[in-house]
């Protein structure tokens, strides 16, 4: 798999805008990333799963799929080997990571109170 490709995929769902994050790609329903590619380096992308999502594709592909560290991958962020992910692997990270994110609905900001 290659990051052109990692990209076609995550455009290819609804609604999936590409941004930028902290020098790399981000790929976002509205407002809320889903996917990164080039961290920590080019051979790599993230997807945003639960942990428990995180847990299983960890376990069945461990070549694949790694927890970011620190911090974020306890919260489910999981790195993809873009070399060693096929299409199918692929595209089904990134359709959860979608979901987990686009099933969100967006906060409200509450105006201030008058004082």
């Keep these: 798999m290659s990051a052109t490709r990692f990209r076609n995929v995550a455009l290819s769902l609804p609604d999936v805008v590409e941004g930028a994050h ?8 509205g407002k809320r990333i889903f996917a990164t590619l080039g961290h920590p380096d080019k051979d790599w992308g993230m997807v945003k799963l639960t942990p428990e999502q995180q847990a299983v594709v960890v376990e069945a ?12 991958g306890k919260s489910g962020s999981t790195n993809v080997r873009l070399a060693k992910a096929d299409q199918i692997t692929l595209r089904s990270a990134l359709t959860m990571a979608w979901d987990n994110i686009a ?13």
Excluded: C, N, Q
């Design 61 to 72: 592909e461990p070549e694949i799929f790694r927890p970011v560290p620190g911090g974020w």
């Design 103 to 115: 099933a969100k609905p967006v906060k409200k900001i509450r105006a201030k109170k008058p004082s």
């Design 22 to 29: 902290h020098g790399t790609a981000d790929f976002r329903v």
